[in-house]
């Protein structure tokens, strides 16, 4: 893998200002209500697909874990906003921030282990994450800590900010959010942190002759991956609103983001769009609308499985190629 | 001045340096022997990427075993690699830039002056900008030397740096090689088994057979030694 090397350089500023100037004002125009609901779906969901790819494709860690962070994320996020008046952003700040907390405590395992093992412990974390996050429930407008309504009358939506209140003015802000998370990502990867985790992933043993300091830079990593996918998590809370369960925070949904980030490809930024693309846009298309049977469902899923071993059997070819496997 | 004493190195059951004891004066040494002699294992323990079982290593005074491996290019122990090991996915300017932003001091502005000047003095200025995996063999090997050199490292470990270089570049990078010590005041340790490389760029060479020190003097005396000599070619005897 070291060939294929998470860039910043593909992503124009041009072309992503583009980008968001079409989203912001022609997509809601073109789009129907429901397709705007899964526009919102994308740009969140691309925000971790951009933090997998990113720990993934520039500093070489396989985490099946970042699923936790987008859950604790999420939970903090409604939690806060159910219980203070704290500006939204602000909110999303502090989401991201605690999901930062816990992503350092899952980068931990990384300074011992590489590879499947990273991969198998990561996942195993995100499982624990899981169970907890099952057991809390999601806030939803009730008392204590959890925040649990005693009755389905008390239940209330998940606030959204004053000034994004309905759907469109919500797509926006999650938008804006979504650059503003793919700017710093780029604003790391440009600098001294993106080169030190090039060279991590490129050679452990050259970037300590470098003067890096492997754990610190894999943890900075983790952490930052993490506050991506906390942020992500807060602006999913308002998003669905009612009813959110564990379902976009399994181990299910861990291996799906792993499967839609490499069919994307960890070559860029872009791929985090495109992975997030096939997640949120291709499967609900060609399941509501253009062949409208839970089966195809079940095929289009397929379809990505495949395209993630065609994926792994291609990269252990590349490492073959470089003898990476003795 | 390097002084090495009583340096031993275990692998399993395999002793790879076996008391070794040397002193290398400065300026350009190098460091020949045989494959397995442990000429690779000894910068793998200046280092930090083995541990010895027993021995020290002191440079200037200051004990390396002492200091953490990170922080041993920051002290100013610099190396290249058998296998070439710059940054693909970045610029030959960052590259450089990457090992002076951890390893070296400096503001923006000297910083980049210092990656200029070490990019012109290995001759990459022309490729400055262009990404690493675009460029040949050859431009990677002096972007190594460059990404050891720059800043102001006390000790430069150079393992078979003209390995797969063409003749005349070999020359070129002899001059390169001879240079460092007066451009930037370290000591050169030169492993290659290019004994004319060695011959043309150092005055000091010390000679390692089966993690033993074998010889160890002036190049030219060194390489006439019967037991070096016996060590490349085979004790007779034996």
């Known amino acids: 893998m070291v060939g294929r090397v998470f860039s910043h350089r593909a992503f124009q500023p041009t072309i992503a200002a583009g980008l968001m100037v079409f989203a912001l004002f022609a997509m809601p125009s073109i789009f129907d209500a429901t397709w705007i609901f899964n526009f919102t779906q994308m740009a969140i969901y691309s925000m971790v697909a951009a933090s997998v790819g990113m720990l993934y494709g520039r500093v070489g860690l396989v985490s099946l874990g970042q699923v936790a962070p987008y859950g604790i994320g999420a939970w903090v996020t409604i939690r806060l906003a159910f219980a203070t008046d704290i ?101 790391f990867l440009a600098s001294k942190p993106g080169r030190a985790w090039a060279s991590v992933h490129q050679s452990e043993p050259s970037a300590l002759a470098s003067g890096i300091s492997v754990t610190r830079y894999k943890l900075m990593a983790f952490g930052l991956a993490a506050f991506m996918a906390g942020v992500a998590g807060g602006l999913y809370g308002a998003h669905v609103q009612w009813s959110i369960g564990v379902d976009q925070f399994n181990r299910q949904a861990a291996l799906f983001l792993i499967a839609v980030v490499l069919m994307g490809g960890i070559g860029s930024l872009w791929g985090a769009l495109l992975a997030a693309f096939f997640a949120t846009i291709l499967l609900p298309f060609l399941t509501q609308n253009v062949i409208g049977h839970q089966f195809w469902n079940d095929f289009a899923l397929t379809i990505f499985g495949i395209g993630l071993m065609i994926n792994l059997i291609q990269t252990t070819r590349a490492m073959d190629k470089k003898g990476l496997l003795e | 001045m390097i002084e090495i004493t009583d340096l031993s190195v275990q692998f399993g059951g395999v002793r790879s340096l076996d008391e070794v004891t040397l002193t290398f004066p400065g300026g350009n040494c190098g460091l020949i022997g045989p494959n397995g002699a442990g000429k690779t294992t000894l910068f793998n323990v200046m280092s930090g990427f083995v541990t010895p079982v027993a021995g020290r290593i002191r440079i200037d005074d200051v004990d390396l075993l002492d200091i953490a491996d990170y922080r041993r290019a920051r002290w100013g122990v610099r190396r290249t690699f058998q296998t070439v090991q710059t940054i693909e996915s970045l610029t030959v300017y960052e590259n450089v830039r990457t090992v002076h932003e951890h390893a070296a001091e400096g503001s923006r502005a000297e910083r980049q002056d210092s990656v200029d000047d070490v990019l012109a003095f290995v001759g990459l200025s022309d490729v400055r900008d262009k990404v690493v995996r675009t460029l040949s063999q050859r431009d990677r090997r002096f972007i190594e030397v460059a990404r050891a050199i720059v800043g102001e490292p006390k000790v430069v470990l150079l393992d078979e740096p003209a390995a797969g270089l063409p003749e005349e570049e070999t020359d070129h990078l002899a001059q390169i090689i001879r240079s460092v010590p007066e451009r930037t005041g370290a000591t050169v340790i030169l492993v290659d088994h290019d004994m004319s490389l060695v011959q043309a760029c150092c005055d000091w060479t010390a000679v390692l057979d089966f993690g033993r020190l074998v010889a160890a003097g002036p190049t030219a005396d060194v390489l006439h030694d019967e037991r070096v000599l016996a060590a490349y070619v085979g004790d007779e005897e034996a």
């Open chain 1, 87 to 187: 500006p939204y952003p602000i909110l999303l700040a502090i989401g991201g921030g605690v999901a930062a907390i816990i992503g350092l405590l899952i980068g931990l395992p990384a300074l011992r282990v590489s590879g499947l093992y990273l991969a198998l412990v990561t996942l195993m974390l995100a499982v624990g994450v899981e169970v907890i996050l099952f057991r809390l429930k999601f806030a939803n407008g009730g008392p204590g800590f959890n925040g649990l309504a005693l009755t389905m009358s008390d239940r209330a939506p998940v606030p959204r900010p004053a000034f994004a209140e309905g759907d469109i003015a919500y797509f926006r802000f999650v938008v804006i959010v979504a650059c503003v998370i793919f700017m710093l990502a780029v604003a």
